[in-house]
């Protein structure tokens, strides 16, 4: 199991969390298999960008972006060089340290599809 922290976000997890994931297993179903309610409005086929993470530790051990990941990051809030979407990016053995941005843009909720 690989250990994943979690830095506090206001509203998903105020004081923070520390949960481990097997690997194999992408960012936003570990986040969701241990409470934390992260948005995934597409239902992680990646076609939006509200289960944008920054991976602040750790990023260089996920499976490398593709185009499509990379394209729909260029429109997330608050992008970074350490940047995923963590419904595409795949836990591998080494631990993570993950800050969620504190907003997301959701175009079907706001209006916007």
């Known amino acids: 199991m ?3 922290i979690v830095l506090p976000h206001v509203e998903l997890c105020p004081d923070g969390s520390v949960l481990e994931a097997a690997p194999g297993t992408t960012l936003c179903d570990a986040l969701l298999e241990h409470g934390i309610d992260i948005e995934h409005a597409c239902e992680k ?3 939006c960008t509200t289960c944008h993470v920054i991976v602040r530790e750790g990023f260089s051990s996920l ?3 593709e185009d499509e990941e990379e394209d729909l990051l260029d429109k997330a809030w608050g992008l970074e060089p350490q940047s995923r979407l963590s419904c595409q990016a795949v ?3 080494t631990p993570l340290v993950v ?3 504190r907003y997301t843009i959701n175009m079907a909720r706001e209006g916007k599809h």
Do not use: D, H, L
Request: hydrophobic fraction near 55%.
């Open 45 to 47: 086929s990646c076609a």
């Open 63 to 65: 499976n490398v972006a």
């Open 2 to 4: 690989t250990q994943i």
């Open 99 to 101: 800050e969620i941005p």
């Open 91 to 93: 836990v591998a053995a």
